[in-house]
């Protein structure tokens, strides 16, 4: 449970409505363990009439023997019950008095009856409170838990994602989240409101034991609680290990749907449907076998809880009735009894909830517990106007113990295009990833305008980068919605501009709806050309100082391509650039060229520099020409 403390803050924000719903928690609960045997005791024998006839023999003997020997004849022989008789011939006298003795008995009934479904209201009442108000606390902790899981995912290190399924991350952001609700909620609600209900149920079998002493063989019957308490505990600890093993699936079934429905074209062209089918309902039957088992051991220990209450139920029942108890006497005893075994049992489902909520806590705790890696500076420095020099002072990086970067010392001034080339793997990527710190260099330091990238806040750092993708990601959403992104509080003309500058304006206008017009899901209503450029609007529209181009144009035909480059060069402009170049049609437009080869920078100079003078160079343009 310890584990779970943390959470338990998200709470403080509707503590009001949480407690709320403890306070209707705990009204239910002694309505629960206290009113309703007691509600039996009182109320049954006035309705079935059997307080009356004792009440009879107590008024025979006060005219015979007088108060004091009567109440001491009625005390041994109804153990007990004296007081509670007593008190009745006083409401019995009270009630006579105002409607007199013709009308006394059946307002006596009328009442007791009353107070059947008054105690019921109550009781019902407090429960429907309690569940509403705990719900409404627990949506607001499921919606803190899963922005809190989000948040954290948009500041982890790329290396995070290397590896991991994306849908098994959605699969832990909202069905584990959902888990974690029910922990800090819904189980830190009954475990207040079911000790109580024991609490009060065991208040009344202690009253009634104090008062008779036969009654107290009952509470001996409790005794029997530890033996309850040792199945719950085994079948916890089988039931932590099947649910993990149950959410491992989940996520990667959901895994599975996200990768089918993110490459539909695919699957249908190299005739995968069936395969796919295979995987998935693989991944279901597997789901489903480990869902069954924390069905059975998380539903096993309440029927043996009750199965041990039914036996001590039994015992009671044969004892009172070898010692002469009434009905009127054992019912509300065996009411209490019942009532204490019920949070027994309630108690149990939450041994093994918490159990599966821990399994979910453990891949939550994957990503709530990751180290963030980049994160900003505690006295970040700010940059008045970025020119955009950047330089690199002994670069090296590693993915693990695998390097990928090593000792790279280089000064690109501002203003300055640069392109890189090379072998796949030789760095190029990762180099340009430096700069906008989606990685930190192992060693070494790159600096902007002589300005440690460190003691920037990233924030700010990536207000003054713009990145051009290879494939250009657009979002749900409207086009002019997609452009605006560059610069949010952008106006409708500055952003009609940037469209312009990127030659997209055009197409846009001819659309149905113009700029209003929907992109859909990832650009799907968008042709690759049409997609780029507006990712090249964005990057005009930001305007920012540093630019790196990804190659922007390699996934597009070659007239496509063509077209686009036009607007690539007038984006470079005044901008210091990187360009990650594949393809040597886009990095003519360079300044400068850097030729990367095992982490190194093996060549620095021009296009014809490269071409006369560098091997490696040479060899990658012979193979683009053929």
Not at 49 to 76: C, F, H, I, K, W
Not at 345 to 359: D, T, W
Not at 583 to 603: C, E, K
Request: net charge neutral; glycine share 8%; charged share 20%.
């Amino acid at each position: 449970m310890k584990r779970f403390y943390p959470y338990f803050g998200y709470l403080v924000q509707v503590k009001s409505t949480y407690l709320a719903g403890i306070a209707a928690g705990l009204v239910f609960a002694v309505a629960s363990g206290f009113g309703m045997p007691m509600l039996v005791k009182t109320v049954f024998p006035v309705i079935f009439n059997s307080t009356s006839r004792v009440e009879e023999v107590r008024a025979v003997l006060l005219e015979q023997r007088g108060p004091e020997e009567a109440d001491a004849m009625l005390e041994r022989a109804f153990p007990g019950e004296a007081e509670s008789l007593k008190s009745s011939a006083k409401v019995r006298q009270w009630i006579t008095e105002r409607v007199g003795p013709e009308k006394a008995g059946m307002t006596l009934l009328i009442g007791a009856c009353a107070l059947i479904p008054i105690v019921a209201l109550i009781r019902g009442l407090a429960g429907f409170l309690n569940v509403y108000f705990i719900t409404a606390a627990g949506l607001h902790v499921l919606r803190e838990i899963q922005q809190s899981v989000f948040v954290k995912l948009q500041r982890l290190p790329l290396g995070f994602f290397s590896g991991r399924k994306t849908g098994d991350l959605i699969s832990r952001v909202i069905t584990d989240s959902n888990m974690l609700q029910g922990v800090v909620t819904t189980i830190s609600n009954d475990l207040i409101k079911q000790p109580l209900t024991l609490i009060a149920a065991l208040s009344y079998l202690g009253w009634e034991s104090w008062q008779s002493r036969e009654s107290f063989f009952l509470l001996a019957c409790l005794l029997s609680i530890p033996i309850a308490v040792m199945p719950v505990r085994l079948l916890g600890k089988r039931l932590m290990r099947k649910a993990a093993a149950m959410q491992r699936e989940a996520g990667d079934n959901s895994a599975i749907l996200a990768e089918t429905l993110g490459a539909t074209r695919e699957i249908r062209a190299f005739n995968l449907e069936e395969m796919m089918g295979k995987r998935f309902l693989d991944g279901i039957g597997r789901w489903t076998k480990f869902h069954l088992k924390v069905i059975k051991y998380r539903y096993l220990s309440p029927p043996l809880i009750e199965m041990i209450s039914a036996a001590v139920v039994a015992v009671a029942l044969g004892y009172a009735a070898s010692n002469g108890f009434s009905l009127e006497k054992f019912l509300p005893l065996v009411i209490a009894l019942y009532m204490c075994y019920d949070p027994m049992k309630k108690l149990g489902e939450i041994h093994n909830r918490l159990k599966q909520g821990e399994a979910s806590l453990d891949r939550l705790e994957v990503i709530l517990k990751a180290e963030e890696g980049v994160t900003d500076p505690v006295n970040p420095v700010k940059i008045a106007k970025v020119e955009g020099r950047v330089s690199f002072e002994g670069l090296s990086f590693s993915y693990g113990e695998t390097p990928t970067l090593g000792g790279i010392n280089l000064t690109v001034p501002a203003g300055q295009v640069v392109a890189m080339v090379g072998p796949t793997g030789a760095g190029k990527t990762t180099f340009a990833s430096m700069i906008p710190r989606f990685y930190d260099p192992t060693s070494g330091r790159i600096l902007l305008d002589d300005v440690d990238l460190k003691d920037l806040r990233l924030r700010d750092l990536r207000d003054h980068i713009t990145i051009v993708p290879q494939e250009a990601v657009l979002f749900s959403g409207t086009i002019f919605e997609n452009i605006r992104l560059g610069r949010m509080n952008a106006s409708e003309e500055e952003v009609k501009e940037a469209a312009r500058l990127a030659h997209a304006h055009e197409f846009i206008i001819a659309q149905p709806q113009g700029y209003e017009t929907q992109v859909g899901e990832r650009g799907a209503q968008l042709s690759g050309g049409q997609k780029q450029r507006i990712s090249i609007a964005r990057a005009f529209l930001k305007n920012a100082p540093v630019l790196i181009l990804d190659e922007a144009t390699s996934a597009l035909d070659a007239d496509t391509e063509s077209k686009i480059q036009e607007e690539l060069a007038d984006l470079t402009k005044g901008r210091t650039t990187f360009i990650i170049a594949h393809r040597f049609s886009t990095i003519r437009i360079a300044d400068r060229i850097l030729v990367f080869d095992g982490g190194q920078i093996v060549g620095d100079g021009t296009f014809q520099e490269l071409e006369a003078n560098n091997g490696l160079f040479r060899s990658l343009l012979e193979r683009q020409q053929h």
